[in-house]
């Protein structure tokens, strides 16, 4: 079974997997696999918990699909995880773990984001670009924003996404429009 195939038969949008380039294996969110679980009828048999201290925590997590039966080991510890829910990320880990071996995703090279730190979904998709800042800087510098440009460049570095950055710039393109209508308008009364 391929990506495509498998969020195809469980309904997996854009978003709910990604490639991860170092390892070229495909990465599906913890959403997805509960999609996957709840398609399946997968449920939790036991959870039985093997260590549960203040820097490591792991546990035996055993869940059905019809007949069939898979246990394995959710852990979390802090090198391995960047959550303080040590507890929540570990289980999620193994029920995880268990719903992709039921379904024999593995074999396909295919896993969870909750397995590893490395597999979080890549912000870089999503960031300001440099044609973005350009147009920032073009704006700022346009004459509209004198005097208030420490606060714009404050207001600016608020911006962490592309989209956010998209809806800040077409605000400033009106802002500016603005000023320069009223500029022109001003030189056109003292003429």
Not at 58 to 71: E, H
Request: aromatic share 10%.
């Amino acid at each position: 079974m391929n990506i495509k195939e498998l969020a195809k038969k469980y309904g997996l949008v854009e978003g709910d997997f990604w490639n991860h380039k170092q390892s070229g294996q495909w990465i599906l969110t913890h959403d997805a696999v509960e999609k996957i679980a709840n398609k399946e009828k997968i449920g939790l048999v036991n959870i039985e918990t093997l260590n549960s201290e203040a820097d490591l925590v792991r546990f035996l997590v055993t869940m059905a699909m019809g007949d069939i039966t898979i246990t394995s080991v959710g852990e979390a510890d802090r090198n391995n995880c960047f959550s303080q829910y040590l507890g929540c990320m570990a289980e999620k880990r193994g029920v995880d773990r268990c719903v992709l071996k039921l379904i024999n995703a593995y074999e396909y090279g295919i896993s969870s984001e909750v397995e590893a730190e490395d597999f979080k979904k890549p912000e870089t998709d999503y960031t300001i670009t440099d044609e973005q800042k350009t147009m920032y800087q073009e704006l700022l510098n346009s004459g509209a924003y004198n005097g208030d440009k420490t606060k714009i460049n404050k207001w600016w570095a608020g911006f962490t996404s592309f989209e956010q950055a998209e809806r800040g710039l077409q605000a400033m393109v009106k802002y500016v429009g603005a000023f320069e209508t009223k500029k022109q308008e001003t030189q056109k009364e003292s003429n």
